[in-house]
């Protein structure tokens, strides 16, 4: 019997995996916390997912297990205080943000810059005319915003975008000003907006600028207006290409690493950073070494991180800026300085104010550490 012809193209023709540069598009890994909390201009819940709001309302964010497929996790924004009228300086969006090392394929910069295609589910009570942009963060600050309609309320649509390098017949992308650097730096942001004011929403839809005020088109609703608005948002997905593919789905662990390099804590997974945990802590091993009672200790992250992180450390009871040490009956709680730190692991030490301990007395370290190296 002859074996049929393997088709040449199979591989270019085939969606395979490693299509996402979206980290975390499924919505699996909340390291800091799944319940309800404030947006400010920060990350806050789900991991590489931020937010920001400048208005005389607010919303939370917090996750769901409302989705387009019934399984997983979707992020569920929720107005709790409205703004009716965004005056001309207000926003309110949330966005994820690029290594720009990981874009390099992309070729921006060059004649030969690629489309892309964002891909993503979405669902709110308000129907009608929403903005997403796409900020080239590197080098020079480029914008590109594009429209998308919510056409029904209360159900789950599924929106395909795709991004020319040359959209608005502009050669921005395809020349040095697109370059984007090969470096662990902001590469591109990309945003779901809220709301606008007139200050920052004068662009055209999907066309290239180097305008940086302008984030959003005129015809973006204001979804601030009543505290009965939600937005949830659920498998993103940006690809190389002019056609979304189905979904990139990764396991929980290799997701979960993949957020480490920006974000990495010692506590359970389940526990919030300044949770009580009692008798659940990290534990270092130490030694006291001088007669003024200096002891130190050791953390590797669980990941290599982007940059060197911001530390914060705290007890087993939840109060930051400290350690505890414990030796034989001794338990003390100290304020700790960092030494050492890198982007693979950190080092503290505490010198002065512990008591009862002497040169070469061996003593155990333990509390809580959080590193943050967002973007």
């Known amino acids: 019997m002859a074996l049929s012809k393997v088709n040449p193209n199979f591989v270019e023709q085939t969606p395979y995996g490693r299509r996402n540069i979206i980290i975390n598009g499924a919505m699996q890994v909340w390291q800091r916390t799944t319940a309800a909390t404030s947006a400010g201009n920060t990350y806050a819940t789900v991991d590489r ?27 569920k924004a929720q107005v709790t205080t409205a703004d009716t009228s965004i005056s001309s300086g207000q926003y309110a969006y949330m966005y994820h943000e690029i290594e720009a090392q990981n874009l390099q394929h992309l070729l921006y910069g060059t004649s030969a810059a690629k489309s892309i295609t964002l891909s993503f589910w979405v669902k709110s009570n308000k129907t009608g005319i929403y903005t997403i942009i796409l900020r080239k963060l590197s080098g020079t600050d480029c914008h590109l915003v594009y429209e998308y309609t919510i056409d029904s309320a209360n159900t789950w649509e599924k929106k395909e975008i795709t991004i020319s390098p ?12 697109g370059a984007i650097s090969n470096d662990n730096a902001r590469g591109i942001q990309l945003g779901w907006n809220f709301a606008f004011g007139s200050n920052y929403n004068g662009a055209t839809n999907n066309t290239w600028t180097t305008n940086t005020n302008h984030y959003a088109t005129s015809n973006q609703v204001n979804w601030m207006d009543s505290t009965s608005n939600n937005f949830y948002l659920a498998e993103v997905q940006l690809e190389v290409g002019d056609t979304a593919t189905p979904f ?30 009692g008798s659940s802590y990290w534990v270092g091993g130490s030694m006291a070494q001088t007669t003024t009672n200096t002891w130190g200790a050791v953390w590797d992250y669980p990941a290599t991180m982007r940059a060197l992180p911001t530390t914060t450390v705290y007890t087993a009871a939840g109060t930051s800026g400290q350690l505890q040490y414990s030796s034989g009956s001794l338990t003390a709680t100290g304020v700790v300085q960092e030494f050492g730190k890198g982007s693979e692991r950190v080092g503290f030490f505490h010198n002065g104010t512990a008591s009862s301990l002497t040169a070469g007395y061996g003593v155990t370290i333990y509390g809580h550490i959080v590193a943050d190296a967002e973007l």
């Open 49 to 75: 997912f931020a937010f920001g709001v400048n208005t005389d309302g607010a919303y939370t964010t917090e996750q769901s297990t409302d989705t387009p497929t019934g399984t997983g996790y979707s992020l």
């Open 166 to 177: 040359t959209a608005g017949s502009t050669s921005i992308i395809t020349t040095s000003t």
């Open 248 to 277: 990139e789905h990764r396991s929980f662990g290799e997701e979960l690493a993949l957020c480490q390099r920006y974000y990495c804590k010692t506590y359970n997974y389940t526990d919030p950073p300044g949770t009580n945990t």
